[in-house]
């Protein structure tokens, strides 16, 4: 077996597709009801069925990339005619927001090989195209890429990966990238360095949030 660019190899992939498979089915997500996912219909099976080092994120509509895609959609303009980067992509609900809502180009990206599988099935389901790649956050050329838009739900859900993200999505928008965050008061979410854009109350939140209706804002990176 050879391995493809994101080092997993034919067989690996199969047997990833399988789990993709076996741990989900359609749904979708209350916040967007416009947009089929392969999702999990319970947490706390899915997650003990999983490797510690790669929980499912992916196989969940969480709360930030729900009011994001939100957003996108009732908001057009903010991607319409652009090329969009959807980070941490996880099920890819946003990117597909973005693609539903008019954007030129989507490019998907996540580290976990299993997410990226679900983001590209996802995005065949809703029919609609996009780029799907690995990990950009710490590679010297992510934000120069040529896009026009980066869209980031739920980033900050702890410090490493926080201060990462913080770091990458600095860059660009300093090359005049412009950054939308969706974030339902994560910890580690940078207050200081954002402003609001609109907040959702996104409902059937209790398995992922621990409450049954997560308010939840899209913020702009200053």
């Known amino acids: 077996m050879t391995a493809g660019d ?37 947490i706390h099976r899915t997650w003990s069925r999983t490797d510690e080092e790669a929980p499912p ?3 969940f509509a969480w709360a930030g990339g729900q009011a994001l895609a939100r957003y996108v959609l009732d908001r057009p303009e903010v991607v319409v005619g652009k090329r969009v980067l959807d980070l941490a992509a996880g099920s890819g609900i946003v990117g ?24 590209r099935r996802n995005a065949e389901r809703n029919g609609v195209a996009a780029e799907v790649v690995g990990d950009l956050v710490g590679d010297d050329d992510g934000p120069a890429l040529d896009v ?3 869209l980031a739900g739920d980033v900050f859900y702890e410090q490493p ?8 999505l600095d860059e660009a928008a300093g090359v005049g990238i412009d950054v939308l965050v969706g974030d339902p008061g994560r910890e580690y979410l ?23 209706v997560t308010p939840t804002t899209v913020h702009r990176l200053r």
């Open 96 to 119: 597909i927001a973005a693609m539903r809502a008019g954007a030129a180009a989507v490019v998907m990206s996540d580290h976990d090989a299993r997410a990226r599988i679900a983001a």
């Open 190 to 212: 940078p207050r200081r360095r954002v402003e609001a854009l609109a907040t959702y109350d996104v409902p059937d939140t209790a398995d992922l949030e621990g409450r049954s």
């Open 148 to 150: 026009d838009v980066v």
């Open 161 to 168: 990966m926080a201060r990462l993200m913080l770091d990458f």
């Open 57 to 59: 994120f992916w196989a």
């Open 6 to 42: 994101d080092g997993v190899t034919a067989g690996d992939e199969d047997d990833l597709e399988l789990q993709v498979s076996g741990w989900t089915a359609p749904g979708t997500a209350p916040l967007v009801p416009e947009v089929t996912l392969l999702l999990a219909d319970d």
